[in-house]
């Protein structure tokens, strides 16, 4: 069974801090990871995705993929309350020559002022 | 833009109606997806359609129908609604490439209870 692991918090982190959201996967054969932002009651939107081993930034945010370990992070510098919000790590499995998309269960991050 | 449309927003059916969810999506992409999100949960994908004209079976199946009407429309039918399947339900889609799918864009949702 292909399995995306998140911790589900909630992660607490002062504004300015860097948030750290952590997701390990169970295929060595994945090839992209993606993260996503899903504010309370709306739809899931992408913030970073990452094929690489290495780093990945875009502005406050670094996708972290480490595919001998079979994990991807995401850390978010300079953490703001609009930060606040649950992120989905998802990653696209190989399945009979297509790939099919698992998301873990999100992990609520808190920004407090 | 309108990127992904998903109608009706939301719904509430009795138990063993039927009702189909559409979706409709206007950047070309290859790829679309029906999830399903219950709270705790993340999403879990129902059916997908990797291209036009081809449909497969996600995590959790049972209870749904799907039809890739054309490559712009893809709609996710019950049969005979239960309340086990009240949940949010999200359509997204994506372009394919060569070696994986590109990132998933998603609609709005459908707030589906079930009396």
């Known amino acids: 069974q292909k399995e995306v692991e998140q911790n589900s918090g909630p992660l607490s982190v002062p504004e300015g801090a860097i948030a750290s959201l952590n997701c390990t996967y169970s295929d060595r054969g994945s090839q992209s990871f993606f993260w996503y932002r899903q504010y309370s009651g709306k739809s899931p939107e992408l913030i970073m995705f990452i094929y690489s081993n290495g780093d990945k930034e875009d502005g406050r945010f670094t996708a972290q993929l480490n595919k001998a370990s079979q994990y991807v992070s995401l850390l978010i510098r300079d953490s703001q309350p609009s930060d606040s919000a649950t992120y989905l790590c998802a990653v696209n499995f190989p399945s009979g020559g297509s790939y099919i998309p698992t998301f873990g269960r999100g992990t609520s991050l808190i920004v407090h002022p | ?115």
Not at chain 2, 25 to 48: K, T
Not at chain 2, 75 to 94: G, K, M
């Open chain 2, 1 to 115: 833009n309108a990127g992904v449309t998903q109608t009706p927003k939301f719904q509430v059916l009795k138990t063993g109606q039927s009702m189909t969810l559409q979706c409709a999506q206007d950047m070309n992409h290859n790829s679309m997806y029906w999830y399903r999100q219950d709270p705790g949960m993340g999403l879990r994908l129902i059916y997908y359609s990797a291209s036009e004209g081809t449909t497969d079976k996600g995590e959790v199946p049972n209870g749904y129908n799907v039809s890739r009407l054309n490559k712009r429309e893809f709609s996710l039918r019950l049969e005979s609604a239960a309340p086990s399947q009240t949940s949010v339900y999200f359509c997204a889609s994506s372009v394919r490439t060569g070696q994986s799918n590109q990132p998933q864009h998603f609609g709005d949702g459908t707030r589906l209870s079930i009396l």
